[in-house]
């Protein structure tokens, strides 16, 4: 239906005028629209759209289920929960452990209870919400190391985060050498009693230990248990004692040689300073034997660990026994002289560079022997000069029996070629070995020497 275009009325059946204002009607002329029929997409094409959208939705998929494997805070919020529910494996699935460091998880599960787990677990929340590109500690109430957080990314697109408990590094001493202690699947050698050992690493828990140890006295053993605790330093330090009495020594002859269980130590009483620590479980008899001049031994009266007087066990030996003191002493001054007569054939021999003078005092094959043909072999082109001026006997000691310890100051001034002095005030050990009615120097100590330029 066409409209008046003067008056606006319907013009029904298109009449050529209007029938309403009698204005010719106008006919208007429509353009005609011709559509273009699309050309179909190819199937080829449709396959590559369809793979496209799939990939897209595969991508943002993946990334969403990654992002939420990768949430460090659905593990934090599985801790929680777990230690909440007093889980124990739910717990430590998400806590590293060295292999390599002692573990009771039990004990281990045991402990992080008794700290500020709330505390701990804000720390861990900070630290994964945090900048931070090195690795974070979290720690306990008294500011020990509990945890150590390593971050890592994947990809370059997700923070991941390794918590990895902080081990104690365990030490032990004890007052006996050698032992062997065993921690666990750890065993480890005591050489060296007044020093720490290191064991090796555990965890904060309750470890049972054995150890084994053997001296002069007898066998030793130890069951017993440690507790590792954490420290700000890392270090866990236990003294484990093998039980055992120790008892001072009494006796007028310390040059006198030990004997144990009827075998003799080779040690005089002087050099043991002390007896024991003594086995509980077995008795040990001992007695000293000193010997004389004329190749005699004078034995102590033989006593048990359990004769022990006000924290001492007694070695003496009677002062009426003939020829007792004085064979004792007069082989000691035997060995002095013995010392300064060398002194005086060593200035000798240094001075005209003639080792004969000294070989019948040195031990044939000895370290004092070797040295000292060197030495004087040195010499053979130098034009140097020896003055001893003073040579004195400090100490002397049976060290054990036939053996002579001659402590000596001696000062001599020395020329070399150039005619320039200087003085020496030296401190040596002579030791001796007693050889037939003689002596024999087998090794020479010099322990000080104090020199000045004249």
Known sequence: MSYCTECGKALKNNPAFCESCGARREL???????????TPMSKKKKVSLFIAGILVVGLISTHTILSSIYDPMKNIQSMDSAMTGNSEEGFLEYITFDKDSLLNKKQYFSYIKTLDWEGMREQLVSITESDLKFDAFVKDQRGHDVFKVERQSILGLYETYDIEAVPNQVFITTNMEPATFKIGDKTVSVKESTEPVEVGKAYPGTYKVKADAANLYGEFSIEDDIEVKPTKSGDSKHNLDFNGDTYA???NFPEAVLFI????????????????PFPEDKEVTMFAELSQADGKSLKSEQVTQHQGSWGSLSFVFAEDDDNLSTASSTTIEEANQFVLDFRDSYEQALNTRDYSLISNYLLSGSLAEEELVEYIGDLQDKDYSYDFRDNTILNSQEAEEGTFEITTNENFIFTNHLGEQTTYDREKIYTLIKEDSSFKIKKIDIHDTERNEI
């Open 28 to 38: 208007t002329k429509e353009e005609s629209i011709k559509r273009v029929p699309k």
């Open 249 to 251: 020594i009494d006796t």
């Open 261 to 276: 269980n009827g075998k003799s130590t080779k040690k005089t009483l002087q050099e043991l300073e002390h007896l024991g």
